[in-house]
């Protein structure tokens, strides 16, 4: 039997995409910018996300021209149009705090950039095939998952198409100031 997968969706994981230096000084930007309490979030944990979309936070322009040419190269590959940086903001989350399912509507790709997490730290992205959930399984294979899960280090960026829903799954954040910095794409 040869088994295709079909309809595959690319998530592009970078590594060491800032330095050690870079990552701190990260930390304290963010720690001076107003976070607020958002939808996405349970439990104690803050946003930086405005609602009028516009970007909540000043990217280093060294910093962001590598996330514009790591967008590039990542749109080049799945065959997508170009796409540019849009707004970017920042989560900060305690222990206990959970990141919610949820999506990207309007937007092309996103990302996020693990700036302060934990051993443990992972994000989890969901099936998008609506009848997944109607399956009757025997066992979970790459398949029939309902949601799976990738590990996320200090200083590694994650890019995936917005329409796909991502949030903590069954992770409960277990740290204080665990820092990401997100953004979308036009």
Known sequence: MNIRPLFPTPIA????????K?????IKSIKNINHSSHDAISGDGLSSHRKDGQSSISLDRDIKKRIQTALD??????????SKLDNVWSNIQNSGSKL???SHPDCCISGA???????ESRIYFHN???????????????YNYEY???PVHNCELILFPSWLRHGGGEYINE???????SFNTK
């Open 100 to 102: 919610l399912e949820h």
């Open 73 to 82: 190269e990542y749109n080049t590959e799945c065959g997508n149009k170009l």
């Open 22 to 26: 870079e990552r701190l000084q990260l």
């Open 148 to 150: 799976n899960w990738i």
């Open 113 to 119: 950039l693990y700036i302060n997490v934990g051993e």
């Open 175 to 181: 740290m204080d100031e665990r820092i990401v910095l």
């Open 128 to 142: 998008p095939n609506p009848y997944v959930y109607s399956t009757f399984r025997r066992e979970s294979t790459p």
């Open 13 to 20: 994981c970078i590594s060491n995409f800032i330095t050690s």
